[in-house]
């Protein structure tokens, strides 16, 4: 299998437990690994036979800032959800983070993989 990745895809969006959390958009950072086979767009030099990073970076980009949920994890399964569902990712890594939510900390979040690789 091989990968196409994204990272450090900022998008911000309504996401937190508590009211001050809410009251303002937050950036998210958002890492992915998607597994796909990009040998057949290799073969033809073929952009429609492979993955193309560009929409699935528009399309969870517009997914994020349009979301509205309290957990991160949340947020992460249901982008999980979509992006195999919309571009038929058979696998995939998800990192999701949140910058200065924690004083004490650069930032937090959640990694998640789901399907077969």
């Given at each position: 299998?091989?990968i196409?990745?994204?990272?450090g ?15 303002h958009?937050q ?7 998607l597994g796909?086979?990009?040998r057949p767009a290799?073969a033809?030099d ?6 193309n990073?560009?929409a ?7 997914f ?5 949920f309290?957990?991160?994890?949340t947020?992460?399964?249901r982008?999980?959800?979509m992006i195999?569902?919309?571009f038929k ?7 999701l983070s949140k ?9 937090v979040?959640?990694?998640?993989e789901?399907g077969q690789?």
């Amino acid at each position: 299998m091989d990968i196409v990745y994204i990272r450090g895809l900022q998008a911000d969006a309504v996401i937190g437990i508590y009211d001050f959390e809410r009251a303002h958009r937050q950036s998210l950072v958002l890492d992915l690994e998607l597994g796909t086979d990009i040998r057949p767009a290799a073969a033809g030099d073929d952009i429609s036979l492979t993955l193309n990073y560009k929409a699935v970076t528009e399309t969870v980009e517009r997914f994020v800032k349009e979301s509205d949920f309290a957990l991160v994890e949340t947020l992460a399964q249901r982008c999980a959800e979509m992006i195999m569902s919309e571009f038929k990712v058979p696998w995939l890594r998800l990192s999701l983070s949140k910058p200065g939510a924690m004083r004490q900390a650069q930032d937090v979040g959640i990694i998640i993989e789901r399907g077969q690789r």
